[in-house]
């Protein structure tokens, strides 16, 4: 090996740390990677075909000596402990001033207890979400660094070179102080959860009732994708379709077991929701939906012995139409509910996110981009004190005109007996959301009664409480 010194470090050399480390070399930075499996570290330096540009190796110390100061390395590894242990391992390495970069799905707290643990041995260490799937990470994810702002500064070049771009703008930006970056990404995740479960769900809805074929639902999901509905979502499904199986005859999507799997960032966007006290409900029931998927052997059963009512009568074309807009409107909620999130958790946590920004970088490379981030970006960016994004006026429109297309198609699957969870926990949080009144008088009224819990009242300032009389 030559004397020469590569710019950028990267540990995990499975497929998405590969296709990184190349788009870093892509992007005229020098890139050295590191793996414990020799065969990933030689297909690493046969893809990547020049050793001055891109090269790697199985030791450790090799790796870390080959990087020039300060030495910038980011992790590409499986969230959990994994993590600890390559962070043991490159310590003894390692100088003061140099940076480490967790940029797998790592839990929040994680990252703030490993930003304490080494800042007190003198090295830089932040997180940052990478959205893209190995493609992204190939040809420009969407990056979502957070932490040690001085640290970024240093990787800010590289990072801002290998993103996607919308427009000519890198979709990478600070996202904020300490774990903001991580916890960013698992948002970002849950709103993923939520989305992916809508689309399938209007899927089911266009198949059973409407009786699409597999090239009706391409010819549909691919025409909303040239409207407002476009999105990365929307454009793989229509693709799917017209996938054929590969093993056999028929189109693949019909073959492939309802039974869909999570890495837990959705449960964890879920969980923490609830330990904020913030409603996600369109993300609550896309997680419980994988884990009712996951019955499958009881769900066979249990259709047996209940079976379902025949679907009424519905001119195609309308249920195209009225899905289409129900799709648009239950889109824009999950969206205001994930935001809604980040807004709380940037206050609680101290993180300083510009929810703007955030819009602003999904908008191209990561799963969730979508041409209503763009419409999310401008609204955030009039009203940067936004708490939600039913409150902006330019979406006011966007609902009111949308929302009675959700009301009847959730009304035609209940009558039906297909399953909408998300499209009816969107429609129920909307409908909550916009009372002014809502019947938890009645629940305080009973929390009083059998516990003494006390309740405030409409009229008058204060705790009461009141000594209920039984009949």
Known sequence: MSDKKYDFGLVGLGVMGRNFILNVSDNNFTAFGHDTDQEKVDALIEEGGNAQKVNASTDL??????????RKIMLLVPAGKIVDIVIESLIPHLDKGDIIIDGGNSFYTDTDRRDAYLEEKGIHFFGAGVSGGAKGARKGPSIMPGGDAEAYKVVQPIFEAVSAKYKGEPCVAYMGRKSAGNYVKMVHNGIEYGLMQLTSEIYDLLKKAGGLTNEELHKTYAEWNEGRLQSFLVEITADIFTEKDDKGEGDLVDKILDKAKQKGTGKWTSQ????LGIPVPSIDIAVSMREISALKDERIIADELYGKPTPEAIDKAELIKLAE??????????YAQGLHQLTDASKEYDYGCDIAVIAK??????????ALLADITDAYNDNPELKNLLLAPAFVEKVTSTVDSARNLVAYAAKSGIPVPGLSNSLTYFDAYTSSRLPLNLIQAQRDYFGSHTYERLDMEGIFHTEWEAE
Request: charged share 20%.
């Open 61 to 70: 110390k090799t790796f870390v000596d080959a990087l020039s100061v300060p």
């Open 361 to 370: 970088i999904w908008r191209a490379g990561c799963i969730i981009r979508a």
């Open 272 to 275: 923490n929701a609830m330990d």
């Open 325 to 334: 807009e129900a799709l648009y409107f239950a889109y824009i909620v999950t």
